[in-house]
C-alpha cells in the first residue's frame, strides 16, 4: 500500500525522518503537471528505490538502493523525461514488485470501505 503525497509539503516531507518502510508499503508523489522531477534523500534514514512514471504508469527511469544523504549538498537524482508519478519505496523492493523500466505500475484508489 502506497501512501500518497499530493500536495506540495507532502512531497518535500515524503519518507524522509521513518526508520523503516515496510515490506509492500512506500509513498506516491502526485505532481500537478508532467516535469522531469529531481529527488534527493535529504532526512532519509534507509535506502530506497525510485521509480518515475509517466501519466499512463509506466515506469519512466528507475534509481535502486539509493543511499541516505550523508553529505551537502544531498546529489539528486531525476529522469530525462517528463513524470507525472513518482514511487518510492524500501531498497530492493521494486524489483520484488516487478518496478522495471518499461513496467506498467497500476494505480488505482482504494475504496472507502478499506
Known amino acids: 500500500m502506497l501512501e500518497v503525497a499530493a500536495t506540495p509539503e507532502a512531497r518535500a ?9 515496510p515490506p ?3 509513498m506516491l508523489f502526485v505532481f500537478p ?3 522531469p522531477e529531481p529527488f534527493w534523500m535529504r532526512g532519509c534514514l534507509v535506502p530506497l528505490d ?3 512514471l509517466d501519466g499512463d504508469g509506466r515506469v519512466l527511469h528507475l534509481e535502486e538502493r539509493l543511499p541516505p544523504c550523508v553529505e551537502d549538498p544531498c546529489p539528486t537524482w531525476a529522469p530525462r523525461e517528463a513524470a ?3 514511487v518510492e519505496v524500501g531498497a530492493g523492493e521494486a524489483r520484488r514488485l516487478g518496478i ?4 506498467i505500475v497500476l494505480l488505482a484508489p482504494l475504496g472507502e470501505d478499506r
Open 100 to 103: 522495471v523500466p518499461g513496467a
Open 84 to 86: 507525472s508519478f513518482v
Open 50 to 52: 525510485i521509480a518515475w
Open 13 to 21: 516531507r515524503g519518507l524522509a525522518g521513518r526508520d523503516e518502510v
Open 24 to 26: 509492500g508499503t512506500g
Open 33 to 35: 503537471r508532467p516535469a
